[in-house]
């Protein structure tokens, strides 16, 4: 989709069309991992290479500094509040989803289900990703 947005830019094609693909891509890359279990992914190592390859791609076609820097922030962020609580609990957390009711997950890597540790985990993903982007904005 980035590789799309270049093309239509580089030849000046519908640029409303650019605008919706961009913002589209800007919530992907910044709001999907501090609300959903995405974040558990980063602890793959090539899925975390991949993350950081699609950012340093998205601040080539970006113009806007703050909306571009943004994705670095949150992957930073979370993989720093990941080694805490991986420091202060012993174990990996796992990200629950941000809704209305308390769901429960899973995990087989770490071979146990959420409990209130991995809630306030999330709640604090959530929170404190949520206002550092009011912030940055």
């Known amino acids: 989709m980035?590789?799309?947005i270049h093309y239509l830019k580089f030849n000046q094609i519908h640029l409303e069309i650019i605008k919706i693909m961009g913002s589209v891509i800007f919530i992907a890359l910044?709001?999907?991992p501090i609300s959903t279990p995405l974040s558990e992914k980063f602890r793959n190592i090539y899925f975390s290479l991949l993350w950081?390859?699609?950012c340093t791609l998205w601040l080539t076609v970006q113009e806007d500094f703050t909306s571009?820097?943004?994705p670095f922030l949150i992957f930073i962020f979370l993989q720093i509040t990941r080694f805490i609580?991986?420091?202060i609990?012993?174990?990996e957390p796992i990200p629950l989803l941000i809704a209305k009711s308390l769901n429960h997950?899973?995990?087989k890597l770490e071979n146990r289900k959420s409990?209130?540790?991995?809630v306030g985990y999330s709640l604090i993903i959530f929170a404190i990703g949520g206002s550092l982007s009011i912030v940055v904005f």
């Open 52 to 54: 950081l390859a699609i």
């Open 105 to 107: 997950r899973y995990s």
């Open 68 to 70: 571009s820097i943004l």
């Open 2 to 4: 980035e590789i799309l």
């Open 30 to 32: 910044w709001w999907l």
């Open 89 to 91: 609990y012993k174990k």
């Open 115 to 118: 409990d209130q540790n991995d």
């Open 85 to 87: 609580f991986k420091w």
